[in-house]
């Protein structure tokens, strides 16, 4: 038995240790938001918080998350998630949208530790996160009017 606080709330799941956080995630609690992409850590479209912080939640164990807080797409809350939200929607970032859910919790996990980011900051923190559609511009652009929104 696993114990995982996810979006505010202690669920206690029969699964192994060992399995990776993503599929607790999607099989076990029916958060689909999250997606599954390369399966290696490489593309961005499983990222979720734990304890604040972008992790890539198909190479996270579920053992190893201890007492850690998992924040999901779903759970995305507060002045941050709203600003990055509304950013997205406001100028259209999405194309197919599949990789968006981990692009917009990168987002976050960088606006909520460095306020105003630099072409730089971005590049750097959304490195990790793929976009087939290629709405590179986009994202950053998002994360910039995100940033204003912030103040």
């Known amino acids: 038995m696993v114990k995982l606080s996810i979006n505010g709330t202690v669920k ?17 609690l029916d958060l689909t938001g ?5 399966g290696q850590a490489l593309c961005g479209a499983c990222t979720v918080h734990l304890d604040g912080q972008p992790i890539r939640s198909c190479q996270t164990r579920v053992g190893d998350v201890g007492d850690g807080k998992i924040t999901t797409i779903e759970g995305a809350s507060g002045k941050v998630a709203e600003a990055v939200q509304a950013a997205w929607r406001e100028l259209d970032v999405v194309q197919c949208g599949y990789c ?19 072409d730089a900051d971005i590049d750097s923190a959304m490195e990790g996160n793929i ?21």
């Not at 206690?12 to 076990?28: G, N, T």
């Not at 999250?34 to 390369?38: A, E, I, L, Q, V």
């Not at 976009?131 to 103040?151: S, W």
């Open 100 to 118: 968006q859910s981990g692009q917009i919790m990168s987002a976050i996990g960088l606006l909520s530790s460095t306020p105003k980011p630099t």
């Open 12 to 28: 206690e799941l029969d699964v192994d240790p060992d399995m990776p956080l993503l599929w607790a995630i999607r099989d076990h």
């Open 34 to 38: 999250t997606k599954f992409g390369c």
């Open 131 to 151: 976009c087939r559609c290629g709405t590179y511009q986009r994202i950053r652009a998002a994360i910039h009017d995100a940033a204003n929104r912030l103040g």
